[in-house]
């Protein structure tokens, strides 16, 4: 599975946006580019997958260069409830998910 | 349920105990997760199942710890003689493959405590 490298931490003020960088230069062709995020004490909550085009839903968008080496997660309008530790995943043809250490966001007020 | 439930949210064992954990997964999902995370650290995979295949097993840390999945649902995650460094939460995860989409839904966890 490729492995992905993240920033150990970033800040962003509350109603900005939050664009969290990831980097992922050995993902195979096959292979998705998933982001989940993991609020204090709680389970993983899955974000938004892409494989290469970008994505959107009602959480957050996905930008995905063309030679899919890196992606950028971005959360238009960062709330105080949106401080979590954010993982950058690239998922294997098996499905299996493998977790790194993640981005620690702090949004403050 | 509509989520993974998994079960007890807390255990407390004394060491060298023998415990275990259940998971639900949502009802069609054929994917099923074990992770296992340390306080103040990330997610460590240990066991995933899909479907009728051989589970993989690669992140098991020692043979004290095993897992299987009855009829393709319910998950229990046993480990043998605990020791005192295996109290961590154990979050467990379930997927519906779409295409190669591997969108997982994760249960709160079990707090283990081995004291």
């Known amino acids: 599975d490729a492995k992905t490298t993240q920033p150990p931490s970033m800040d962003c003020a509350e109603g900005r946006a939050a664009n969290l960088p990831c980097n992922h230069s050995t993902i195979s062709g096959n292979e998705y580019v998933y982001w989940y995020r993991q609020i204090h004490s709680q389970g993983p909550q899955y974000i938004i997958h892409g494989l290469k085009n970008n994505e959107t839903n009602e959480m957050a968008s996905l930008i995905i260069t063309e030679d899919r080496k890196s992606s950028t997660l971005i959360l238009p309008h960062a709330t105080l409830r949106d401080t979590a530790v954010y993982y950058c995943i690239v998922a294997s043809n098996t499905g299996k998910l493998i977790f790194g250490q993640g981005t620690t966001l702090q949004v403050k007020p | ?115």
């Open chain 2, 1 to 115: 349920g509509a989520g993974v439930s998994q079960s007890p949210s807390n255990k407390v064992t004394e060491k060298g105990k023998d415990v275990e954990l259940r998971c639900d997964p949502i009802s069609g999902h054929t994917a099923l997760y074990w992770y296992r995370q340390s306080l103040g650290q990330g997610l460590e995979f240990l066991i995933y199942f899909q479907g009728n295949s051989a589970p993989d097993k690669s992140g098991l840390p020692s043979d004290r710890f095993s897992a299987e999945r009855t009829g393709g649902s319910v998950s229990t995650l046993t480990i043998q003689r605990t020791q005192q460094e295996d109290s961590a939460v154990y979050l467990c995860a379930s997927s519906s493959r779409r295409s190669r989409a591997t969108e997982a839904f994760f249960g709160q966890g079990t707090r283990l405590t081995v004291v």
